[in-house]
């Protein structure tokens, strides 16, 4: 995998970095009781990473992130039981994204909203 330009890292770098209100973890929120709505977020592939090559894409902007299939989630969740395959090898971002944590909450309710009126999600 080739080296990022450096201001791409840093924006990379600074997405993943939990605010104040993301420390704040609702701890009604499990993972077993959602449809793996963080694994349907943009992924950012950092070059530490060790993923699978075959399972990362390159956005036009340049960044490698993790390839979505059709109905949006990440290639690499087991679409029958909602639950990453590559766990040990997970990317860091996805070590990061806390579980009841402001982003979850805010994308679990936009991704409820969402489906309520049936608005197919284009996260790109
Ligand atoms: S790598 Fe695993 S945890 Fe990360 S988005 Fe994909 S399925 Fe989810």
Redesign the pocket.
Known sequence: MSALPAAVMEQARAAIDPTEDDRRIDTSVSCSRCD?V??R?T?VVMPEDN?PEHLVDRTSQGLSV?ARGEEG?????DPLHLR????DQ??G??RKFAMGSAYCRDERKKYREENARAIPLALY
Do not use: D, K, N, Q
């Not at 989630?73 to 969740?77: F, S």
């Not at 990453?84 to 766990?87: F, G, P, Q, R, V």
């Open positions: 793996a963080c694994c977020l992924v993923v993790m989630w990440c290639v690499a969740v990453c395959t590559i766990y997970r990317p971002i996805c």
